[in-house]
C-alpha cells in the first residue's frame, strides 16, 4: 500500500479481554515500530522489529503485551486481559532501513472500560 | 523512557513570525528525525538529520545538529495558521541488540494565530 495502515482505527473492549491490533508496514520496509501515546505526551517505545525478529522489546510495559511479524511484513501487536490503563493510541511505524526515515501509521485508539 | 527534551513546552506566536523549537538528548545518535502531529494521531515525518550533518533544509523548514551539545533546533520560517500542530524530536540511538531505536521527546505544542 502507499503508508502504513493500522486496524481498527478504533477499539472499545471491556477490562480483562484480549485485543489484537495490527499493523500493515509500507511495501519492502524491513524495520517495523510500534508505540504508544497517552493525551499530552510524546510516542512511548514498545518494540521494534528489524524483518521478523524483535530486535528491542524493552518498552514492552509487561507480560501481557506481545508483538509478533511472522513473515517479516504484517505485525500484530496482542494485549492479554487488558486493563483500563492500557487506553492509549498505539501507533505503529514502518522504516526502509534502519536509519532512514519511518513512516506512521494513523494509529489504533484503544479504550479499555 | 524519553531520550529527548523538547524546549518550549509550548509557544504562540503570530502569522508570519518564526518558530524555533529545541531537543535536547542524552546519548550519542546516528539521526535525528523531527515529525509533526496534528490532533494526536498520526506523525508527519519532516526531516531526518544524520549524526554527520549539521543542517539541513526542506521549504520553510531549518534543521540544525550540534553534537557536541547534544541538541538540535527545528526553524519554521514565515509561520501560517496550518503548522498549528506538536512537533516532536526523534533520536535514533544504538540499542543493546546493535540495532537504532527511535525515541521520542514530549513535544511542543505550537499555536500561530492568524
Known amino acids: 500500500g502507499a503508508g502504513v495502515s493500522q486496524t481498527p482505527s478504533n477499539k472499545v473492549t471491556e477490562k480483562g479481554k484480549y485485543v489484537e491490533l495490527r499493523c500493515d508496514p509500507i511495501?519492502?520496509?524491513?524495520?517495523l515500530y510500534w508505540y504508544r501515546q497517552s493525551l499530552g505526551q510524546g510516542p512511548e517505545f514498545l518494540i521494534y522489529f528489524q524483518g521478523t525478529g524483535a530486535a528491542d522489546d524493552s518498552g514492552l510495559p509487561n507480560d501481557r503485551f506481545f508483538a509478533v511479524r511472522p513473515e517479516g511484513s504484517v505485525s500484530t501487536l496482542k494485549i492479554q486481559r487488558t486493563e483500563r490503563g492500557d487506553s492509549a493510541v498505539y501507533l505503529c511505524?514502518?522504516?526502509?532501513?534502519?536509519?532512514?526515515?519511518?513512516?506512521f501509521g494513523q494509529g489504533t485508539r484503544l479504550t479499555v472500560v | 523512557s524519553q531520550q529527548g527534551e523538547e524546549d518550549p513546552q509550548a509557544l504562540s506566536i503570530q502569522e508570519g513570525e518564526n518558530a524555533t523549537m529545541n531537543c535536547s538528548y542524552k546519548?550519542?545518535?546516528?539521526?535525528l528525525q523531527w515529525y509533526r502531529q496534528n490532533s494526536g494521531r498520526g506523525l508527519v515525518h519532516l526531516i531526518l538529520i544524520r549524526s554527520n550533518e549539521r543542517e539541513k533544509h526542506s521549504g520553510r523548514l531549518r534543521v540544525t545538529l550540534d553534537t557536541s551539545k547534544k541538541s538540535s533546533s527545528l526553524l519554521i520560517t514565515a509561520s501560517r495558521a496550518a503548522d498549528t500542530a506538536s512537533y516532536f524530536c526523534?533520536?535514533?540511538?544504538?540499542?543493546?541488540?546493535?540495532?537504532?531505536?527511535?525515541?521520542f521527546g514530549a513535544g511542543t505544542r505550537l499555536a500561530v494565530h492568524p
Open positions: 526523534a533520536t535514533a540511538t544504538i540499542s543493546s541488540g546493535g540495532y537504532n531505536k527511535l525515541i
Open positions: 546519548t550519542s545518535i546516528n539521526n
Open positions: 511505524a514502518s522504516s526502509l532501513t534502519e536509519n532512514t526515515e519511518a513512516f
Open positions: 511495501s519492502g520496509h524491513t524495520a
